[in-house]
């Protein structure tokens, strides 16, 4: 599902943000990729959806080859990788529905599968009584769950989820967490981008943690031993 491969990403002029990372993620496996600021963990998220290329080694996603992608191609790359932000990055003129509308939108998609898909999705992620309702007016974790909503969209086979929590209290961010979880129980392939200790912890899925851009532990039941 996901390879990386010997991958390293050098900033100019001298920064090492990964050092020959690899490992391999199996269809429908819910890993958390861990590390202190600065560790090079959302270089690693950023490489994997393409938004930044690796400088060295080779990233497969299923049958793409991220390391040698075309421009043109990205965006179909990205219908099979839902990611997930901190910030949201809701559109704020916009409701519930509309953001996660707008993904299917410009794709191309015909008006009848919006009116199919998007109830759907925002039903999934328990806002089906507030999808008229713009950013504002909702609490921070429900326009987190608007944001999955978004990522949902295309029925991605891999979820990216960088730093979900960072704005949430511990009550929402275990909500938003459980809900990940629940999407990884029907077979998408969850990758979470976390320095979230008790979450690592609680969850008891594969960790795998990075310092100073190289792998230190990959541990199938694993926790968050980091300082």
Do not use: C
């Amino acid at each position: 599902m996901i390879t990386f491969k010997n991958v390293s990403k050098l900033y100019k002029p001298d920064t090492k943000a990964l050092d020959g990372i690899s490992f391999h993620v199996r269809p429908g496996e819910f890993v958390s990729i861990v590390g202190t600021s600065g560790s090079g963990k959302t270089t690693l998220a950023k490489l994997l959806f393409a938004e930044e290329k690796p400088t060295g080694g080779s990233i497969h996603v299923g049958d793409w080859d991220i390391s040698r992608i075309r421009r043109s191609e990205v965006p179909a790359l990205r219908r099979q990788i839902g990611v997930v932000f901190q910030d949201y990055k809701l559109l704020p003129k916009k409701t519930a529905y509309e953001n996660a509308a707008f993904a299917l939108e410009v794709a191309g998609a015909p008006a009848s599968r919006i009116r199919e898909v998007v109830p759907q999705v925002l039903k999934i992620v328990g806002l089906a009584d507030k999808m008229h309702r713009y950013p504002r007016q909702l609490s921070g974790g429900e326009q987190q769950r608007v944001s999955i909503a978004r990522a949902l969209v295309h029925r991605p086979k891999i979820i990216l989820a960088d730093e979900p929590t960072g704005n949430l209290d511990a009550i929402t961010s275990r909500e938003i967490v459980e809900l990940l979880k629940r999407i990884n129980d029907v077979g998408t392939t969850v990758i979470l981008v976390t320095h979230d200790r008790d979450i690592v912890n609680a969850m008891r899925k594969r960790v795998i943690t990075i310092q100073n851009g190289k792998i230190v532990s990959d541990a199938e039941h694993g926790k968050y031993h980091l300082g």
